[in-house]
């Protein structure tokens, strides 16, 4: 390498991935962190780190100024931006290399050319790529707009220009439809991106979506490493990918693979980045490049056995690919799960500490994390906490492994997709590779299980063995010595989870063993190993792993992937007398998050019906309208457009009629 220390200018796992792959080299790192970030892993990890700013993203790792600042006070050599953030800003790139350091990346004429995504599909059509039926005009108008719409015929989907993930897109069925999702897309991206401008393109309905990732260097070589399948999404957000695609034959691998090695040659692109498509039956369109590393790299290093990050630094260094597109073929297949930190059912980011954080381990599996046990999960950035991706010799093998390491991982403190994750490993649709971008609401995985099972047995008689085993607070380090929790020689232990509760009796056996009763069944007990927030026994002859951790009043469980909180009683206090009652028939709608109120539709005092929009509240970049949840009048709208609101704040009160 022809650079000695590096600037990673990003945060959580790839900075991590980006680290440890410049230890492997010996090329010495420099972290970058917000106020939010002062205990995080990757300024753990790394050789130097400065701070950057406040917590919010456009004061820290978004801030050019700061970042370049940093770079200057640490004399490195190089900078890599990882995937998010200021990955894909060519000004940043340009401001590097004005900094008199190599940028780990794409040029930034060829990021300009991929970064809109008009500019890049005309692109691809020079360069004989298929592409969507679509309008891209520089008449912007509502009213032009409409008409292609009409013209190319609905379904249609508008799109930001700029940008990606999701974000400034709306699918559009219908005319009456068309004009507010443009307005929505255009603020949504502006928020997001800086740039309003949207396209339209004829919606293809429920395609798969395959990506091929490419890489090239500076002397002329540009090569496909074949192709990852990211059918399964969720708001246009990719959730599990893997390699190969289970979709293709070899004659459409290579058709494709050609395909992009065209685009990338006719970009002028050089170092790694990824050419997106829809695919359709047997014909693929062009949907977009992304001109940086992706989250789901790992799965292609999987199957080819290249280190991506070891290429984008020998490339960024001035070297050759040492290889051939001949000498490149995938073997095997490649999972990836990503585990987000968020409430189940809403899909929302969820913050906080994390009081036990344990992915699997063993063969075949690979975790990609850029948090540990004992970290804050903060609500500033994206909520994903880390990459679960398995390897097999052949794609059920792989499937096995990935359903036995969502099984074993564990979380507790925060809550986390890791029961969604598992609905789709379990799927038939997913053993049978039958996925395509809309396989999580054609399944219904997204619903939250029908019925109300609570807590199983196995967890709440886990707790109470670690409860009676382990040096737990406020249990006693004897609990049979005595004090309130003794009766007739037994420990009672009483936990509850929402409306239920459980009751359990521990008392000695012989042989150290203990005899658990609940629900009228005794079984017996015994702790095999315990230690680190890991409890293993044995409970009525079945051996049992758990994970343990505690949270004030509350026990956290781990039982076969899933976590259960458990409230253990409070002390006796004296209660206050009296209350204040609720108004019948009045409702308040809370912000489920910080967030700001983009735009207010409807008055104080105005009548409204069921489901009407009220306003649209912009949180983590992305739009959530607010509907009225039955027919009434609104009594109050605390906040008006433009307006910052904190989570938990009321935004609409209402009175139903």
Known sequence: MSFGKLLVANRGEISVRVIRACRELGIRTVAVYSEADERAMHRRLADESYPIGPAPAAESYLHTGRLIEALKLSGAEAVHPGYGFLSESAPFARAVEDAGAVWVGPPPEAMELMGLKVRAKELARSAGVPTVPGYAGEDESEDRLLEEAGSIGYPVLVKASAGGGGRGMRPVHRPEDFIEAVRGARREAEAA???????????????????????????GNTL??????????????????????????????????????????????????TVEFLLDGEEFYFLEMNARLQVEHPV???????????????????????????????????????????????ALPAGGRLSAFAPPEGPGIRNDA???????????????????????????????????????????????????????????????????????????LTDLPGGSAGVPESAVLLAALAEVSLPLDPAPAD???????????????????????????????????????????????????????????????????????????????????????????????????????????????????????????????????????????????????????????????????????????????????
């Not at 804050?376 to 010799?393: F, I, N, Q």
């Not at 020689?489 to 012989?510: D, T, W």
């Open 193 to 219: 991106f800086g740039d309003g401008s949207v396209f339209l393109e004829k919606l293809v309905e429920d395609p798969r979506h395959v990506e091929v990732q490419v890489i090239a260097d500076h002397h």
């Open 224 to 273: 496909h490493l074949y192709e990852r399948e990211c059918s399964i999404q969720r708001r246009h957000q990719k959730v599990v990918e893997e390699a190969p695609s289970p979709a293709l034959d070899p004659g459409l691998r290579e058709a494709m693979g050609r395909a992009a090695v065209r685009l990338a040659r006719e970009a002028g692109y050089w170092n790694a980045g």
């Open 300 to 346: 292609t290093e999987l199957v080819t056995g290249l280190d991506l990050v070891h290429l984008q630094l020998s490339v960024a260094a001035g070297e050759a690919l040492p290889f051939q597109q001949e000498d490149v073929s995938p073997r095997g297949s490649a999972i990836e799960a990503r585990l987000y930190a968020e409430e189940e059912g809403t």
């Open 370 to 444: 850029g948090v540990a046990s004992g970290d804050e999960v903060s609500l500033y950035y994206d909520p994903m906490l880390a990459k679960l991706v398995v390897y097999g010799a052949d794609r059920e093998t792989a499937l096995l492994r990935f359903r036995r390491a969502l099984e074993s991982y564990m979380v507790l403190g925060v809550p986390t997709n890791l029961p969604l994750l598992r609905r789709i490993a379990a799927h038939p649709a997913f053993a049978a590779g039958e996925t395509t971008i809309g396989f999580l609401e054609e399944h219904s």
């Open 479 to 657: 609990p049979f010595s005595g004090g309130p929790w003794r009766l007739g020689g037994a420990v009672r232990l009483g936990y509850s989870s929402g409306e239920e509760h459980y009751e359990v009796e521990a008392a000695r056996g012989e042989g150290g063993s203990l005899l658990l009763s609940l629900n009228g069944r005794e079984v017996a007990a015994e702790v095999v190993s315990a230690g680190d927030g890991h409890l293993y026994a044995t409970v009525d002859g079945a051996n049992l792993h758990a994970g343990i951790a505690e949270d004030g009043r509350e026990l956290l469980v781990s039982v076969v992937g899933e976590s259960y909180r458990l409230l253990r009683p409070s002390p006796p206090r004296v209660e206050s007398s009296g209350g204040a009652g609720s108004a019948t028939g009045r409702t308040s709608l809370t912000a489920p998050m910080p967030g700001t109120v983009v735009e207010v539709v409807v008055s104080e005092g105005e009548e409204v019906e069921q489901g009407q929009l009220l306003l649209v509240l912009e949180a983590m970049k992305m739009e959530q309208s607010v509907s009225a949840p039955y027919r009434g009048r609104v009594r109050a709208l605390p906040f008006a457009e433009g307006a910052l609101v904190p989570g938990g704040a009321v935004l609409a009160e209402l009175e139903e009629a």
